[in-house]
């Protein structure tokens, strides 16, 4: 009896072998000729469901650890790919510990839009981050991350600050079995050695996008007067918004704001 897919998980199955190719190679450190497959790193994969995604990871990676929620699907996942070199773990990846993964590792998957923001948090926050992410995400939420200044917001400011983002491919949901209500786009993150800004910027950004349609200047918990004089001295429009300001810009005026105990 075929497995249904369990619609609390948010599973949606892609099985359009073209488009699972296309995110296979985007999971690559190099492209695959010029780096054979025993030289790409061990391969994460997010939610790998019926295997669809795993079947083309397996033939770019030397190994590929799969990570699944579902017990019965990661139950079933080996007998498919038998004599690969698939580890299949059934556990909520939001509990799995990166720290078992080798020092040098990409991440694919294509996972559920109601976590995705917990899930890229935890992978760039992590002390043993990948080398390389490609996620399949709602298209919408894709596009926020990748903003840039004058269309900025929290997500894609708190991305940023940790990964180069780049766009991958738009996946329409059409191709997905059930079809989601909307379409899907794979995100490419790079980690960053070391992030743009410290958690005090971070935390302080926050605050000015406490109402990201008001002015910058009436979001933030300071004097008028002292914010004034600091959007002056700094040469900053007092009419901008939140989305206005670029990493380096919110260090500059948190570099003006007064000091709390």
């Keep these: 009896m075929a497995l249904q897919n369990n619609k609390s998980l948010g599973q949606h199955w892609l099985k359009d072998r073209e488009i699972l190719e296309e995110i296979a190679d985007e999971t690559l450190l190099t492209d695959k000729d010029d780096l054979p497959l025993e030289n790409q790193p061990v391969c994460l994969e997010i939610g790998p ?29 080996p007998n ?42 935890k992978l760039l926050e992590a002390k043993n981050k990948p080398e390389k992410i490609v996620l399949l995400i709602q298209k919408e939420v894709a596009e926020r991350i990748l903003a840039e200044p004058g269309k900025h917001t929290y997500l894609s400011l708190s991305v940023q600050n940790y990964a180069e983002v780049k766009p991958g491919i738009v996946v329409p949901k059409g191709f997905f079995t059930p079809p989601p209500k909307v379409d899907s786009a794979t995100i ?26 008001k002015k910058l200047i009436k979001n933030l918990p300071y004097e008028n007067l002292k914010l004034e004089q600091s959007f002056d001295e ?28």
């Design 188 to 213: 490419i993150l790079i980690p960053r050695k070391k992030p743009l800004v410290g958690e005090d910027v971070l935390r302080f950004l926050k605050q000015g996008f406490s109402n990201p349609r």
């Design 80 to 121: 498919s790919f038998p004599g690969k070199n698939l580890e299949v773990i059934n556990e909520d990846f939001l509990k799995y510990d990166l720290s078992t993964m080798p020092e040098k590792y990409v991440v694919s998957g294509n996972i559920p839009y109601y976590i995705t923001s917990p899930i890229i948090k």
């Design 49 to 77: 469901g019926l295997g669809t995604l795993t079947s083309s990871l397996l033939r770019r990676f030397p190994k590929v650890i799969a990570v699944e929620f579902d017990p019965k699907l990661a139950h079933n996942l």
């Design 234 to 261: 700094l040469m900053f429009d007092k009419n901008i918004r939140p989305s206005d300001l670029s990493h380096e810009q919110w260090q500059q005026l948190l570099d003006k704001m007064p000091k709390r105990a």
